[in-house]
């Protein structure tokens, strides 16, 4: 497998700044920053969401009709 040396990543780094604009390439970084943020979070199973509801999300049946109210679900 090739060594890659200082050099040769600078002159990656030049023809990516050139290709793209350097704004393309700041924002290119963030999004790199935020996905590597996000990997690292759920690679250790933190920020899950749990989808099952705690309580049934259909309307009791013994409450009163409000103004407005049909009753129809």
């Known amino acids: 497998m090739p060594h890659v040396g200082f050099g ?3 002159v990656i ?3 990516l700044l050139v290709v793209f604009s350097a704004s393309r390439m ?3 970084g963030n999004a790199l920053g935020k996905f590597v943020h996000s990997f690292k979070k759920a690679s ?3 920020g899950f969401i749990d989808v099952k509801p705690e309580r049934s999300l259909r309307p009791s049946r013994d409450r009163e009709p409000q103004d407005g109210d049909s009753g129809q679900g």
């Open 26 to 28: 700041a924002s290119l």
């Open 44 to 46: 250790q199973g933190q």
């Open 13 to 15: 780094g030049f023809v």
């Open 8 to 10: 040769e990543l600078l």
